[in-house]
């Protein structure tokens, strides 16, 4: 008996069947690439691409090529029956959950780089992070042949990357970012919140909470990106809980670093707590 109430594909083959058909009935094809865990980050993602395409395909692949050495592979939270089940009630219409044998055969040597827009942020203290994300994106977009695929403003380095990555190669796919959904104290939703301890969940708002107080002073007039980061550093350090990976302010689409807060600006954090390695940001225009 089938135990999901979509159908799951885990080969390519199958995929690549799931997708004519579909193309077929002419139907158009909305993308949601996830690792899994699902939380109403990504339900949101889900929800929009239901609404704006005739047919959604969820992935739910924890994507070995991301994580670098010593980081939460082996401790990444899964549970594709709850992940197919929650896809399903916001209106996907299939879920792609392969093995990391199906998308790294024996022999695999072939990786996609994005320079730049991939070298600060993230980039710096998880330097083969963003190889694997345009890697998989890449294997995805070529396999599916979607229309539109949808990523959280949360991961806004990471939707940067993909935009390029898709402008540069010229495949045909639309990149749709969505808003970041938060806890009703403002602490952004993320599978790996589940790794925070009570003392620390209850102190991880103030990532939310400095990033607001940051972008008043901005919207009240502060320029200076120094000023701004040497607020946040202050803000956040004086918890003896947070220990920060990093705090930039860069151009939001190139994310080059700049001096002063002009352009379309985007100030991202990492930071700390515990086990959890919590990122959060906000952008908008000066």
């Known amino acids: 008996m089938n135990q999901f109430p979509i159908p799951v594909v885990r080969t390519l083959e199958d995929l690549r069947a799931l997708i004519q058909d579909w193309r077929r009935a002419r ?14 980050g990504h339900l949101s993602l889900i929800k929009r691409a239901a609404a704006d395409n005739d047919r959604t395909l969820v992935s739910v692949f924890v994507n070995p090529t991301q994580f670098g050495a010593g980081e939460d592979l082996d401790a990444y939270p899964q549970d594709l029956p709850r992940d197919v089940a929650l896809a399903a009630e916001q209106g996907a219409a299939a879920v792609f959950a392969p093995t990391p044998e199906v998308m790294y055969p024996s022999g695999y040597s072939t990786y996609v780089t994005v320079e730049g827009v991939s070298a600060e942020l993230c980039g710096r203290s998880r330097p083969v992070h963003f190889r694997g994300v345009a890697t998989v994106c890449t294997k995805l977009f070529l396999l599916t042949g979607a229309d539109r695929a949808y990523f959280g403003e949360k991961d806004a380095q990471q939707l940067a990357v993909i935009r390029r990555l898709v402008q540069d190669l010229a495949i045909p796919v639309q990149i749709i970012g ?27 708002p103030i990532l939310h909470q400095a990033l607001e107080e940051a972008r008043e002073k901005i919207l009240a007039g502060e320029r200076d990106t120094a000023t701004i980061l040497d607020f946040l550093r202050t803000r956040i ?3 003896p809980l947070a220990e920060i990976d990093y705090i930039q302010a860069v151009h939001r689409d190139t994310i080059v670093p700049i001096d002063r807060l002009e352009g379309p600006v985007l100030i991202a954090l ?12 906000f952008s908008l225009e000066v």
Request: hydrophobic fraction near 40%; include cysteine; charged fraction near 25%.
């Open 237 to 239: 350090s004086a918890e």
């Open 27 to 40: 139907c158009s094809v909305g993308l949601v690439p996830t690792m899994g865990y699902l939380h109403e």
């Open 178 to 204: 969505c808003p970041i959904v938060r806890e009703a104290d403002g602490l952004a939703k993320s599978s790996r919140n589940v790794y925070l301890t009570e003392a620390e969940r209850a102190k991880a």
């Open 270 to 281: 990492a930071v700390r707590f515990g086990k959890a390695r919590l990122i959060d940001n």
